[in-house]
């Protein structure tokens, strides 16, 4: 019998990256090999995102295209899963009636035995948690299972590199956000599964961990026993595995920035000294329609203190322009704020009305697409050169290099044998290098001296003692999930 295929795409945060490596991982215990192709697939999987509207839109067109497979051949079977499943449910259905399974975030364990119902019965599946108001805190919490089943490192866009999730939910309730209904309640998970967890990754080969939450810096484990491990004691503890070279943890909550934490952030070598550090906007009425539950000033000294207790550190934030309510001087505060703070970088996004959160429900989205897009462009623009200049500040200066890879540029051209490629990787301070040198030294930590950079990018050379004493080829390439990138939480 030929082997049985799966193709899956991915759009939207880590989380999402984590849930489908997860989620192939589980199939392929099952006999499953992932392909890159949907006309041969016996199980199409799309993992979704809700965070704006665009993203949605995005999944309904790429879902609508691989449905001409489906109707050639009935008996593959496609899953909706992830944020978009759990929040639009039976529309999904409505929507695209051909689709056999929806599943949302909390029940993603599912997903093997699922198939196997659809495979059998042909009766479209459905595999959702609670909302939020369905049931008492405790029951809803239990149906968001954390899925943190086996690792796999060929699903991973390197075997050296893993996000491990600390935390699933949350319970901030930004009035813009859909997540608390997408994820559920705020949920830590156990810091010994965690730590365990890294352990086994870097027994896999895995050098680097990107811890990740919705607000990671909230993470609090509650022992039951009046004792609680905060993130700052559980990167601690994960500091000591041998062999794990990097730790680095997204996305943080302003007012969830405590010391303990920055003093962790400098102390242990292998943190990454880099923050991102979302503040939306840079107008206090804003905040607090968005229910922030922090001023700019209260911003503004947090950032103050990251700098101050961690030099050095590079911080980065994200803006939603267009907010409701939002006035010329409103935005006029937010460019303010973007020029003085000095952000490694920004991502900025329009704010775009999602159902069921307090917003929509509150305010009109009174700000015309115009206007938006509008200041999208200037706030992008003060930004663009304030990462400039950061990127600038690195010239002349030596960085230490994770090597992840060939560069963008180096993968979408054709070369000789002998040609010596542009490989790339982080600092750490997250900003990206690129440098030409042979492919054996990706996995590899390198001391690369910085000669230029751009906004975005720094450009250098890897010192010369880095080249000698590697033998041995660079692994074969192996087949990595395909992968459609939005902007990451
Ligand atoms: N509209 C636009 N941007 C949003 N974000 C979250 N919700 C919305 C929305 N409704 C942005 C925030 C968040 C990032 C992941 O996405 O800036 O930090």
């Given at each position: 019998?030929?082997a049985?295929?799966?193709?899956?795409e991915?759009?939207?945060?880590?989380?999402?990256?984590?849930d489908?490596?997860?989620?192939?991982?589980?199939?392929?215990?099952?006999?499953?090999?992932l392909?890159d192709?949907?006309?041969?697939?016996?199980?199409?999987?799309f993992?979704t995102?809700s965070?704006?509207?665009l993203?949605?839109?995005?999944?309904y067109?790429a879902?609508?295209r691989?449905?001409?497979?489906?109707r050639?051949?009935?008996?593959?079977?496609v899953?909706?899963?992830?944020?978009?499943?759990?929040?639009?449910?039976?529309?999904?259905r409505h929507?695209?009636?051909?689709?056999?399974?929806v599943?949302g975030?909390?029940?993603?364990?599912?997903?093997?035995?699922?198939?196997?119902?659809?495979q059998?019965?042909?009766?479209?599946?459905?595999a959702?948690s609670?909302?939020?108001?369905?049931a008492s805190?405790?029951?809803?919490?239990a149906?968001?299972?954390?899925?943190?089943?086996a690792?796999?490192?060929?699903m991973?866009p390197t075997?050296f590199?893993?996000?491990v999730?600390?935390q699933?939910?949350?319970?901030?309730?930004?009035?813009?956000?859909?997540?608390?209904?997408?994820?559920?309640p705020?949920?830590?998970?156990?810091?010994?599964?965690?730590?365990q967890?890294?352990?086994?990754?870097?027994?896999?080969?895995?050098?680097?961990?990107?811890?990740i939450?919705?607000?990671?810096?909230?993470?609090?484990?509650?022992h039951?026993?009046?004792?609680?491990t905060?993130?700052?004691?559980l990167?601690?503890?994960?500091?000591?595995?041998?062999?794990?070279?990097?730790?680095?943890f997204?996305?943080?909550?302003?007012?969830?920035m405590?010391?303990d934490l920055?003093?962790a952030?400098?102390?242990?070598?292998?943190?990454?000294?880099y923050l991102?550090?979302?503040?939306q906007?840079?107008?206090?009425?804003?905040?607090k329609?968005?229910?922030?539950?922090?001023t700019?000033?209260?911003?503004?000294?947090m950032?103050?203190?990251?700098?101050?207790?961690?030099?050095g550190?590079?911080v980065?934030s994200d803006?939603?322009v267009?907010?409701?309510g939002?006035?010329?001087?409103s935005?006029?505060k937010t460019?303010?704020?973007?020029?003085e703070a000095k952000?490694k970088?920004?991502?900025?996004f329009?704010y775009?009305?999602r159902?069921?959160?307090k917003?929509?429900?509150?305010?009109?989205d009174?700000?015309?697409e115009?206007?938006?897009k509008?200041?999208?462009?200037?706030l992008?623009?003060?930004?663009?050169?304030n990462s400039?200049?950061?990127?600038?500040?690195w010239?002349?200066k030596?960085?230490?290099?994770?090597?992840?890879?060939?560069?963008?540029?180096?993968?979408?051209?054709?070369?000789?044998a002998d040609?010596?490629?542009q490989?790339?990787?982080?600092?750490?301070?997250?900003?990206?290098?690129v440098?030409d040198?042979?492919?054996?030294?990706?996995?590899?930590?390198?001391?690369?001296d910085?000669?230029?950079?751009?906004?975005?990018t720094?450009?250098?050379?890897v010192r010369?003692?880095?080249?000698?004493g590697?033998?041995?080829?660079?692994?074969?390439?192996?087949?990595?999930?395909?992968?459609?990138?939005l902007?990451?939480?």
């Amino acid at each position: 019998m030929p082997a049985k295929t799966v193709y899956i795409e991915t759009v939207g945060c880590q989380m999402n990256v984590l849930d489908s490596e997860l989620v192939i991982a589980a199939l392929k215990k099952d006999g499953y090999t992932l392909t890159d192709s949907p006309a041969d697939a016996d199980v199409i999987l799309f993992n979704t995102c809700s965070v704006r509207e665009l993203a949605e839109e995005k999944t309904y067109s790429a879902v609508g295209r691989v449905l001409q497979h489906k109707r050639r051949d009935p008996a593959k079977v496609v899953g909706v899963i992830g944020c978009m499943a759990q929040k639009d449910q039976e529309k999904v259905r409505h929507r695209v009636p051909l689709v056999d399974m929806v599943v949302g975030t909390g029940q993603l364990a599912k997903i093997p035995e699922l198939v196997r119902v659809v495979q059998e019965t042909r009766q479209p599946q459905y595999a959702l948690s609670l909302g939020r108001k369905d049931a008492s805190r405790h029951e809803v919490e239990a149906s968001f299972e954390s899925y943190d089943p086996a690792r796999d490192p060929q699903m991973r866009p390197t075997p050296f590199q893993a996000f491990v999730r600390v935390q699933i939910g949350c319970d901030k309730f930004c009035t813009y956000c859909v997540v608390p209904s997408t994820r559920g309640p705020e949920q830590s998970r156990h810091p010994d599964h965690i730590v365990q967890e890294v352990r086994t990754l870097v027994g896999q080969g895995c050098k680097e961990v990107t811890l990740i939450g919705q607000t990671v810096n909230s993470y609090v484990f509650d022992h039951g026993d009046g004792r609680r491990t905060r993130l700052s004691d559980l990167i601690s503890r994960m500091h000591d595995v041998a062999g794990l070279e990097r730790i680095k943890f997204v996305t943080n909550f302003p007012k969830d920035m405590t010391n303990d934490l920055l003093d962790a952030v400098r102390e242990l070598s292998k943190v990454v000294k880099y923050l991102h550090v979302p503040v939306q906007s840079g107008c206090d009425d804003v905040l607090k329609r968005m229910k922030l539950l922090y001023t700019v000033g209260e911003y503004r000294e947090m950032l103050h203190r990251c700098r101050e207790r961690v030099p050095g550190v590079a911080v980065s934030s994200d803006f939603i322009v267009g907010f409701c309510g939002e006035t010329d001087e409103s935005f006029r505060k937010t460019m303010e704020l973007v020029a003085e703070a000095k952000f490694k970088n920004s991502f900025i996004f329009k704010y775009s009305e999602r159902s069921g959160t307090k917003a929509a429900e509150r305010y009109p989205d009174d700000v015309p697409e115009e206007t938006k897009k509008r200041r999208n462009n200037e706030l992008l623009a003060v930004q663009n050169a304030n990462s400039l200049a950061d990127h600038r500040q690195w010239i002349g200066k030596s960085v230490s290099v994770l090597v992840e890879g060939r560069s963008k540029r180096e993968q979408r051209s054709h070369h000789e044998a002998d040609h010596v490629p542009q490989l790339t990787g982080r600092t750490m301070t997250d900003h990206i290098a690129v440098f030409d040198a042979p492919e054996r030294l990706t996995g590899r930590t390198v001391t690369v001296d910085v000669e230029d950079a751009s906004g975005f990018t720094l450009y250098g050379r890897v010192r010369t003692e880095e080249l000698v004493g590697v033998t041995g080829e660079a692994e074969l390439p192996i087949q990595r999930p395909r992968r459609v990138s939005l902007d990451l939480v």
